[in-house]
Nanobody, 123 residues
Framework: QVQLVESGGGMVQAGDSLRLSCAAS????????MGWFRQAPGKEREFVAA??????YYADSVKGRFTISRDNAKNTVYLQMNSLKPEDTAVYTC??????????????????WGQGTQVTVSS
């Protein structure tokens, strides 16, 4: 059974950095696309970043500031967030794709989700 557990969220000031972690069990993170999504109150869930066999992918709003990576030995995916802005405030959730042929941008392509971790950026 697949289980994803996020950690690393917190409250920071604008310009600060955080690193989110997503520890997986049940399936290896190296075999399936892994994605990060976020959702702010009253807004739709949006794509943030993903990593697959073909490379890494980022939303325009975070490109150049966020970096997704994985440690296969630990079966863990990370999201390094630098130069945080108040608009980055949201619940961040990691997800694993349904299969090896799933896309990277749409949440409908992911079959397994973590519980989410709160990131709050003050100005």
């Amino acid at each position: 059974q697949v289980q994803l557990v996020e950690s690393g969220g917190g409250m920071v000031q604008a310009g600060d950095s955080l690193r989110l972690s997503c520890a997986a069990s049940g399936r290896t993170v190296s075999s399936y696309t892994m994605g990060w999504f976020r959702q702010a109150p009253g807004k739709e869930r949006e794509f943030v970043a993903a990593i697959s066999w073909s490379g890494t992918y980022y939303a325009d709003s975070v490109k150049g500031r966020f970096t997704i990576s994985r440690d296969n030995a630990k079966n863990t995916v990370y999201l390094q967030m630098n130069s945080l802005k108040p608009e980055d405030t949201a619940v961040y959730t990691c997800a694993q794709a349904r299969n090896r042929y799933s896309g990277v941008y749409s949440p409908t392509q992911y079959g397994y989700w973590g519980q989410g971790t709160q990131v709050t950026v003050s100005s």
